[in-house]
């Protein structure tokens, strides 16, 4: 009776495993549905347009090689060689224009001036004023909300 169950178990837990995830995503840009007009760009009318495009930089300050990662007009984490930034023309859209569009930059170590290895600093300039800058070994993150 026991190897009965553990079979049953097995051969449930093998059907459960391979029915997730089994459909393949639609690879078409002319697909139809909620899930293609919700990547789509968003209508102009009923307020779901897009704000004012900002220029918007983000920046680490240091020298050597760091992992940055950040969300711009693009989410991304990568190996960069330091100093490094990033520019972009973003603009808040839909019910960002009213909360705002989230904009971060998360520096890894870098050689600090005394040799030692820190967090590294980092900037966001929105139209040539910097909005914000962490201090040098802060660690903290550097965010904005754009409107």
């Given at each position: 009776?026991?190897?009965?169950?553990?079979?049953?178990?097995?051969?449930m837990a093998a059907v459960l495993l391979t029915g997730c995830g089994a459909e393949e995503p639609v690879k078409d840009s002319k697909a139809k549905g909620p899930a293609a007009e919700a990547?789509?760009?968003?209508?102009?009318?009923?307020?779901?347009?897009?704000?004012?495009?900002?220029?918007?930089?983000?920046?680490?300050?240091?020298?050597?090689?760091?992992?940055?990662?950040?969300?711009?007009?693009?989410?991304?984490?990568?190996?960069?060689?330091?100093?490094?930034?990033?520019?972009?023309?973003?603009?808040?859209?839909?019910?960002?224009?009213?909360?705002?569009?989230?904009?971060?930059?998360?520096?890894?170590?870098?050689?600090?001036?005394?040799?030692?290895?820190?967090?590294?600093?980092?900037?966001?300039?929105?139209?040539?004023?910097?909005?914000?800058?962490?201090?040098?070994?802060?660690?903290?993150?550097?965010?904005?909300?754009?409107?």
């Amino acid at each position: 009776m026991r190897k009965i169950h553990i079979g049953a178990s097995l051969a449930m837990a093998a059907v459960l495993l391979t029915g997730c995830g089994a459909e393949e995503p639609v690879k078409d840009s002319k697909a139809k549905g909620p899930a293609a007009e919700a990547t789509g760009k968003p209508e102009e009318s009923g307020g779901n347009g897009e704000g004012t495009p900002h220029e918007v930089t983000i920046e680490v300050k240091g020298t050597g090689a760091s992992t940055v990662m950040y969300t711009l007009d693009d989410s991304d984490f990568e190996q960069v060689t330091l100093p490094w930034k990033k520019t972009a023309t973003i603009a808040a859209r839909g019910a960002e224009r009213e909360v705002g569009r989230l904009v971060i930059l998360t520096p890894g170590h870098v050689t600090l001036p005394d040799g030692k290895l820190g967090a590294g600093q980092c900037s966001i300039t929105v139209d040539g004023k910097k909005v914000v800058e962490s201090e040098e070994g802060s660690g903290k993150p550097c965010s904005y909300k754009l409107k």
